[in-house]
């Protein structure tokens, strides 16, 4: 139980939206990755909040390397997140599911938080994205209605429950089959979040 909870610390670190699922291994596989260049920026949902994109081969990195690298191949993003006064930076991966697109986040220094050092295992968390010109759709699912269907058995994915909380142990292709499965049913996800480019 005490392991259950060192993990679980570093996923309460890395929180997008209020109830978050976490997973061990990422969302994506190499022939799910895409990149979309448009979606570079600052993204914002009120005066204080906002998500940032920004491509880890040129420019200011938030992983301290200004090696330049074929942003087709390494598809990757230096995704910066402030939410209620807290800045969260990520290494951040978007697949291609079915038909919808999903973000998945992973903390940019997982072992840098504060007296927890090496005691805690860093997590991928996930959410539904869609954007569409100067707008930008986030959709997390909800973690209350996932439970039930855990527990209900509804739901045949490996996984944990700690306090309350999804750690997905399943490999990536099997939390792929369970994202294409779930990806339209509305009564799995929580609202929305809408951002809107910053100018």
Known sequence: MQKAKSILAIGLLVVLLNSCVYSLFPIYTDDTLVYFPEL????????????????????PSFFGSSESADLSKNKEYAIEIMEGGDLIKFKGHIAKIGDDLFIDLYPDDPYSAEGLGSNMIPVHTFAKLK????????????????????????IRLRHENV???????AQPKE?????????????????????????
Not at 133 to 145: A, I, N, P
């Open 163 to 169: 306090d309350g909380t999804i750690l997905i142990t």
């Open 40 to 59: 570079l920026g600052r993204w914002e949902i009120d005066d204080e909040d906002y998500i940032e994109f920004r491509n880890t081969s040129s420019g």
């Open 131 to 154: 954007f569409s010109g100067m707008q930008l759709y986030l959709t997390s699912f909800d973690l209350e209605k996932l439970n039930k269907l855990f527990e209900s058995n509804l």
């Open 175 to 199: 939390i792929q089959k369970f994202i294409d499965k779930y990806s339209e049913d509305e009564s799995v996800f929580e609202d929305t979040e809408t951002y809107q480019k910053a100018s």
